[in-house]
């Protein structure tokens, strides 16, 4: 299968600071990736949906000045959390779709918000 | 409206089979898929079926009917590590973002 990549797996921060979380696809190009949370025992919520080289489309109620999606290329697309406060710690994962709309998800990025 | 069902928990015997069956009803439809999750890990590709029938892939298959807005993921030979959530999803259309099922989370006990 193909192998998509999250970078960082793991990250604390203080309230207030911005978070960049880069999710790369390794083996194959994707021209379009989705961004989800997840928190704890509860399902994948999608957040946004980003298409290279053109604006995201995010779903209702999530703050597109908060969650600041770039995808610059068909192998990279960045989520920064800008000035994020406690309720913003949560599990943030990214899937990138091939041509046959499967969708391969990144190991996720463990966000932590002190 | 896109609605996926799928029972919330299930508990099975190690060695034994169960069946995960889901239900959908979504605006378009281009292929099901079924994912695994671990606690705390992200989700990891199980199948992916378009077309009517069983698709069989070592100790896992799914099965999938267009007509009757439904399948299931069939696991057999459990082992505990395959404790873990299964989630189905429904591709709508080109690239829109798949519709998720909230999951079925699989407890096997010995």
């Known amino acids: 299968g193909a192998v998509v990549s999250q970078h960082p797996s793991r990250v604390i921060c203080k309230s207030g600071t911005s978070v960049k979380i880069e999710c790369r696809s390794l083996?194959?190009?994707?021209?379009?990736m989705f961004w989800y949370r997840q928190f704890p025992k509860q399902s994948l919520m999608l957040m946004a949906t980003?298409?290279?080289?053109?604006?995201?489309?995010?779903e209702q109620g999530v703050e597109k000045d908060k969650f600041l999606i770039n995808h610059a290329s068909l192998t990279l697309s960045t989520l920064t959390v800008t000035s994020a406060h406690p309720e913003d710690s949560s599990f943030y994962i990214c899937?990138?779709?091939?041509?046959?709309?499967?969708?391969?998800f990144g190991p996720g990025t463990r966000l932590t918000v002190l | 409206g896109q609605n996926i069902d799928q029972p919330t928990e299930m508990t099975a015997t190690e060695g034994a089979i169960v069946q995960i069956n889901c239900t959908y009803q979504?605006?378009?439809?281009?292929?099901l898929f079924w994912y695994q999750q671990h606690a705390g890990e992200a989700p990891t590709f199980l199948s992916y079926n378009v077309l009517d029938g069983l698709e069989e892939k070592g100790r896992f298959s799914s099965f999938l009917s267009r007509s009757k807005g439904y399948s299931y993921l069939l696991l057999k030979e459990l082992q505990m590590k395959d404790s873990a959530s299964y989630l189905c999803a429904v591709a709508r259309s080109g690239n829109t973002p798949l519709v998720f099922g909230k999951g079925t989370r699989l407890s096997v006990i010995a």
């Open positions: 083996d194959f190009q994707a021209t379009t």
């Open positions: 980003s298409n290279e080289g053109s604006k995201a489309t995010y």
């Open positions: 899937s990138a779709s091939s041509e046959t709309d499967t969708q391969y």
């Open positions: 979504t605006s378009g439809f281009n292929g």
